[in-house]
Nanobody, 114 residues
Framework: QVEFVESGGGLVQPGGSLRLSCAAS????????MGWYRQAPGKQRELVAR???????NYVDSVKGRFTISRDNAKNTVYLFMNSLKPEDTAVYFC????????WGQGTQVTVSS
């Protein structure tokens, strides 16, 4: 059974930073490209960052230069380091397999507000 457990969200002021973590189970983690997605209220879920099995990274334009995705295959964990946060980054953040997302976890809420 595939499972993703996200953590690390919270309330942060504009310009602040957060580190999100996602622990995966039920998959051969190192074989998959992984992605961080987010869903803001009233909007569709979007892929904001992805990292391939060989650690090639890609980002949506709105987060380039501010977010960094990384992975630790020994811990079956993918991270998202978020800097210079903006109010428009407010969303629930999820991780999943990048190419073919499967069952979704609960996500972790990120709220950027003064």
């Amino acid at each position: 059974q595939v499972e993703f457990v996200e953590s690390g969200g919270g309330l942060v002021q504009p310009g602040g930073s957060l580190r999100l973590s996602c622990a995966a189970s039920g998959i051969i983690f190192g074989s998959y490209g992984m992605g961080w997605y987010r869903q803001a209220p009233g909007k569709q879920r979007e892929l904001v960052a992805r990292i391939s099995a060989i650690r090639i990274t890609n980002y949506v334009d709105s987060v380039k230069g501010r977010f960094t995705i990384s992975r630790d295959n020994a811990k079956n964990t993918v991270y998202l380091f978020m800097n210079s946060l903006k109010p428009e980054d407010t969303a629930v953040y999820f991780c999943n397999i990048a190419a073919n997302p499967t069952s979704w976890g609960q996500g972790t809420q990120v709220t950027v507000s003064s």
